[in-house]
């Protein structure tokens, strides 16, 4: 029994190492795969948070703590704002025009509320983290997104991001793929599109380890990579260079 016992050891330490050396992956609904494209980030050679990244066919650039476009926030009616971070970036498909756009963490209510004018964030605000982006097309069309977590512990943010014609739903999840112990923060964020007569699934982030994306074939998949590249930097947003 001891030789037996001795002979598996090996083996099973070589199944521990393999597990232990599997990256975390977010928890999505299965429908997604069949929904949307699955797409891996690609870190250049370059390092650093402010590091240009591609995924697909996009590519994010001029990354940048701070605001050189001093119009971006005026956009919202608000010149004067305060914000833990603010950080800029540029991203564009290979045969499309850039998007512009800028987010802030920890602003105020007054203009987080602004943000998704018409529509309500009915959870406690002003505890817990929260997102405020505005992402300007290359036709002119101004889409805002707005998250907020609420004040209880572990919360993740939600909210909307709200378009010139359409509202999509932004669900932050703390799940991991293979077990039921959840994150201590979110391991990603999914898309539904919420109407008043339908409802479904777009698409999806993953923000932990290297990035993964869902995304669909559908009108809305470039302002859902612009959202989920604000979203992939935001998880970096407070790392030191």
Known sequence: ??????????????????????????????????AAQTIKVKQTMVSGWDAPFDFGPYHVSRVQR????????????????????????????????????????????????????????TWELGAGENLACTLL???????????????????VMRGLLKGPQLNISVEGTDKLEG????MHGASGYVFWLKTAT??????????????????PQSPERDVLAAASAALLLHQNVDRKN
């Open 66 to 121: 701070g605001w050189t476009e001093s119009t971006a926030w005026g956009f919202l009616g608000y010149e004067d704002y305060k914000a833990k971070q603010s950080y800029q970036f540029a991203i564009k498909s290979e045969n499309g025009k850039p998007w512009q756009c800028n987010c802030a963490t920890k602003v105020s209510q007054q203009v987080l509320e602004s943000m998704v004018s018409g529509e309500k964030l």
């Open 179 to 182: 077990t039921s112990l959840p």
């Open 137 to 155: 097309g290359p036709k002119g069309e101004m889409w805002r997104m707005a998250l907020a977590a609420s004040g209880r512990a572990r919360a």
């Open 1 to 34: 029994m001891l030789r037996r016992v001795l002979f598996l050891l090996p083996m099973l330490c070589l199944l521990l190492a393999s597990l232990a050396c599997q990256q975390a992956r977010m928890a999505v609904p299965s429908e997604l795969a069949v």
């Open 198 to 215: 339908s409802s479904g699934l777009l698409g999806a982030v993953q923000v932990i380890n290297n990035g993964l994306l869902w995304l």
